[in-house]
């Protein structure tokens, strides 16, 4: 069957991550059952496989896989996608591993194993791979995705990918609030039919000056995760501790139904994150199932500790919308933290 690229199931919003390290409990008592309920609102499940020539991935974790955790993992996802219908998809997004033609022929011998075992929806870091359609002819019903780590931001750059040949294109997540850049990548959309993705849950600040290096400590070869090392100190931790409008800024989805599904006008596939931490995938479950039951929130309620003025939260959850993350001069994340009646300042 060939890849239909132009239409998706309008309830498959959600691309859900996989966690490799989850306990059998774990996946018995609620990662299973969950997927059983919900498989209707997901788009695809992805994982991570410790294959050549990528050994290791931007999350710093495929190192840590061993031989029989990658088996396991691979066995575990095709039977999800035999018996539950969900598509299961292979995520390589080391961007650091050249895009050489070596690589890429060894790339192609780990496609035929995959390809083989009925894999059919990957992750890849370069479009140079792309270019002369070797990949599309050898394997027609393969649908390819973008990394996010490529910051795919103007919609110049997703026709780009298109025209490439790939079947996904992920977005990058500093769009969550940029509305003129989301208006113009829905005119692209309408032209070329193939599905935008963005990654909705990170909790990463947006516009963040260190995540391309993070990256690149992650992608090393034999590195530990990022948040283990030593140097991520002064990043991400250090500023939450200083900045109490921290959690204002993330580029996270808006909370609120209403504000969520606004953005199903410009986005049709969420990306959702947790493939190293648990509590970061529970996070994404508690999301699908938010949005499937029609909740009022749409995840964590984060709002409700804070007690916010509601004349400033309503003005920054409009404001954001399009505020860009030019933080340096804008003050309204710190007027509405300074509205707060729990805060001690």
């Known amino acids: 069957m060939k890849i239909d690229e132009y239409k998706i199931i309008n309830t498959k919003r959600f691309s859900l991550p996989f966690n490799s390290f989850i306990t059998p409990k774990e996946f018995q008592t609620l990662y299973y059952p969950f997927l059983e309920e919900y498989k209707d609102y997901i788009y695809d499940i992805y994982f991570s496989v410790a294959l050549p020539p990528f050994y290791n991935d931007a999350m710093g974790q495929s190192n840590q896989l061993t031989q029989q955790i990658m088996k396991n993992t691979l066995s575990v996802m095709l039977d999800i996608q035999k018996k539950l219908n969900i598509t299961v998809s292979v995520t390589f997004n080391n961007i650091h591993v050249e895009p050489s033609l070596k690589n890429k022929e060894i790339?192609?011998?780990?496609?035929?194993?995959?390809?083989?075992?009925?894999?059919?929806?990957?992750?890849?870091?370069?479009?140079?791979?792309?270019?002369?359609?070797?990949?599309?002819?050898?394997?027609?019903?393969?649908?390819?995705?973008?990394?996010?780590?490529?910051?795919?931001?103007?919609?110049?750059?997703?026709?780009?990918?298109?025209?490439?040949?790939?079947?996904?294109?992920?977005?990058?997540?500093?769009?969550?609030?940029?509305?003129?850049?989301?208006?113009?990548?829905?005119?692209a959309y309408l032209k070329y039919k193939i599905p935008i993705s963005i990654l909705v849950n990170e909790s990463c600040r947006g516009g963040c000056p260190a995540m391309d290096e993070h990256y690149t400590l992650n992608c090393a070869k034999d590195s530990i995760p990022y948040f283990k090392q030593e140097i991520s100190q002064n990043t991400c931790s250090v500023w939450r501790g200083q900045d109490s409008s921290y959690h204002l800024r993330v580029a996270n989805m808006p909370i609120i139904k209403d504000d969520f599904k606004e953005f199903e006008e410009y986005i049709q596939i969420f990306k959702l994150h947790g493939r190293s931490e648990m509590s970061v995938l529970r996070n994404s479950i508690d999301i699908v199932k938010d949005y499937a039951n029609n909740n009022e929130i749409i995840g964590k309620n984060w709002m409700k500790n804070y007690n916010y003025d509601e004349k400033k939260l309503k003005h920054w959850k409009e404001f954001t919308k399009n505020c860009k993350f030019e933080c340096w001069d804008c003050k309204v994340c710190d007027d509405l933290t300074l509205s707060s009646k729990e805060m001690c300042f």
């Open 107 to 187: 790339f192609l011998k780990t496609l035929d194993f995959l390809y083989d075992r009925g894999i059919r929806s990957i992750t890849i870091p370069h479009i140079h791979w792309m270019y002369d359609g070797q990949i599309k002819k050898l394997y027609p019903e393969l649908l390819i995705k973008n990394t996010v780590l490529r910051k795919v931001n103007t919609p110049q750059m997703y026709v780009d990918y298109v025209k490439a040949g790939f079947n996904v294109v992920n977005i990058d997540r500093i769009n969550l609030r940029d509305r003129d850049n989301l208006k113009r990548f829905k005119k």
